[in-house]
């Protein structure tokens, strides 16, 4: 009999390479300098998951942004504006997301695992193919290379809408989709995978929720630690994730639960 589990949609970053979701923040930090602008960490993680596109609209819509950037440039910001910062910001994050391209620890292990059950392994990503251009043959000479990826841009709209989930596992012949998987680091991801009808697990520690890179997470002090963890558990729960769990090196007997739960119906 085959397994109940037919493919697993993985996201990418803070999901299976660069712990903490870093190469964004840095990206969009360094192009808001640019333009003597302040951008937070905390704001420009706010929307992580997005296609980098819809990102920028969201941190120019925000009220803070708003103001600010009214100030520094005498206006509200504008659709053109948006267009004028991807442009700096699509070479920003491809140099970035490649220096972030390591694989997070239990990826290669998860991965055969999977292919020993036969289950398919589909990605999608809030970043363009351009910025993935590094990324994909790093990570598949750290020995992971999904059967599909979907990058932002590739459907006619982006995260939450559950198009991008739906194109791969289209291309894996996946289905129905509540025999499917979708893991993901963030809560519009968890959404996406939600609308799409799949079964969604959402990753606490490794991803945007807390953005830390794994030597900064674990140098904290366990209770410091388990707070922040708490925190972003707390709200893929409130995007409606199925399981969560901490990164992906537990996921394993996560897709043999949901197996069970789909053979008893």
């Keep these: 009999m085959s397994f109940p589990v ?33 951008l937070s960490e905390a704001e420009a993680r706010r929307d992580m998951g997005k ?8 941190i120019l819509a925000a009220p803070e ?21 991807y442009a700096k910001l699509e070479p920003a994050m491809t140099a970035a997301a490649a220096k972030s391209a390591r ?3 239990g990826v290669v292990e998860l991965v055969a695992g999977l ?35 979907v990058c932002a841009g590739e459907t006619p709209t982006g995260r939450p809408a559950p198009l991008m989930t739906w194109k791969a596992l289209i291309a894996l012949d996946a289905w129905p989709a509540r025999a499917c998987i979708k893991v993901d680091d963030a809560a519009v991801g968890i959404e996406e995978g939600r609308l799409a009808g799949c079964w969604t697990v959402g990753l606490s520690a490794s991803g945007n929720g807390v953005g830390l890179d794994r030597d900064s997470l674990n140098a904290l ?7 922040k963890i708490a925190a972003a ?11 969560v769990i901490e990164d992906v090196s537990q996921l394993l007997p996560v897709v043999h639960e949901i197996a069970r739960r789909i053979t008893a119906g």
């Design 115 to 149: 292919r020993e059950l036969g289950v398919k392994i589909g990605s999608g990503t809030g970043y363009t193919r351009e910025m993935m251009a590094d990324i994909l043959p790093a990570a598949a000479e750290q020995g992971y290379a999904p059967d599909v990826v």
């Design 65 to 85: 942004m708003a103001q600010q950037w009214t100030a520094h440039k005498g206006m509200l910001p504008s659709e053109d504006d948006v267009a004028h910062l």
């Design 233 to 243: 558990e707390a709200e893929l729960r409130e995007a409606g994730a199925d399981f």
């Design 51 to 58: 296609a980098k596109l819809d990102h920028l609209r969201a």
């Design 103 to 105: 694989l997070i620890p």
């Design 221 to 227: 002090a366990p209770e410091v630690r388990q707070a």
């Design 6 to 38: 037919k493919a697993i949609v993985f996201d990418w970053a803070g999901t299976m390479i660069d712990h903490g979701c870093m190469a964004p923040v840095e990206a969009l930090v360094d192009v808001f300098a640019s333009e003597g602008l302040t």
